[in-house]
T-cell receptor, first 114, second 113 residues
Framework: QQQVRQSPQSLTVWEGETAILNCSYE??????FPWYQQFPGEGPALLIS?????DKKEDGRFTIFFNKREKKLSLHIADSQPGDSATYFC?????????????FGIGTLLSVKP | DPKIIQKPKYLVAVTGSEKILICEQY?????MYWYRQSAKKPLEFMFS???????DNQTASSRFQPQSSKKNHLDLQITALKPDDSATYFC????????????FGSGTRLTVL
């Protein structure tokens, strides 16, 4: 049973458009939601994160929108650039979780066309 | 310079053999982890260590054994390899608290024939 779901699995946008990546989860105990970006041949790297006490987090062109009631969040990438082409993983961690056991979604492969 | 070093980058093994995946981190972190990334599957948590002690094990098989000889080392020994073990194995580290950033290495891609 997948605890963190992502959609779409792949997404293509034109340069300058806003890419919207979706994520949902099942466990109400999750309270920390990072998004990781992964380029081919590399490990994932933290892009932006949000705690469940917030409903929005911005960092430059990247914004997370969080809906705790519906257990959904989304990552918006404004003014998408070809360099943003990568796989994006939504992850979740529960309150009091020992260490940093993150539960990852399957990822969204984003392609930004020039 | 890479702060988390994984060796080797690529590894080919035959079914039934044993391999060790190496991980060293130079971030001064107290916690280290192993994750597995298989095709069409989410990145999967395997183990977490804090101050060289096992904190969490989500791997059902005893064929996977982490080994921590130093605080900044967490190797992964895999015995009796199977084709299903083919995946990219990522080592990661963090300070060890909740809601902290995980830093990943570049992975070891294992292929079992």
């Amino acid at each position: 049973q997948q605890q963190v779901r992502q959609s779409p699995q792949s997404l293509t946008v034109w340069e300058g458009e806003t890419a919207i990546l979706n994520c949902s989860y099942e466990n109400s105990a999750f309270d920390y939601f990072p998004w990781y970006q992964q380029f081919p041949g590399e490990g994932p790297a933290l892009l932006i994160s949000i705690l469940s006490v917030s409903d929005k987090k911005e960092d430059g062109r990247f914004t997370i929108f969080f809906n705790k009631r519906e257990k959904k969040l989304s990552l918006h990438i404004a003014d998408s650039q070809p360099g943003d082409s990568a796989t994006y993983f939504c992850a979740a961690q529960g309150y009091g979780s020992s260490g940093n056991k993150l539960i990852f979604g399957i990822g969204t492969l984003l392609s930004v066309k020039p | 310079d890479p702060k988390i070093i994984q060796k080797p980058k690529y590894l080919v093994a035959v079914t039934g053999s044993e391999k060790i995946l190496i991980c060293e981190q130079y971030l001064g972190h107290n916690a280290m982890y192993w994750y597995r990334q298989s095709a069409k599957k989410p990145l999967e948590f395997m183990f977490s260590y804090s101050y060289q002690k096992l904190m969490d094990n989500q791997t059902a098989s005893s064929r996977f054994q982490p080994q921590s000889s130093k605080k900044n080392h967490l190797d992964l020994q895999i015995t009796a390899l199977k084709p299903d073990d083919s995946a990219t194995y990522f080592c990661a580290s963090s300070q060890g608290g909740a809601a902290e950033t995980l830093y990943f290495g570049s992975g070891t891609r294992l292929t079992v024939l």
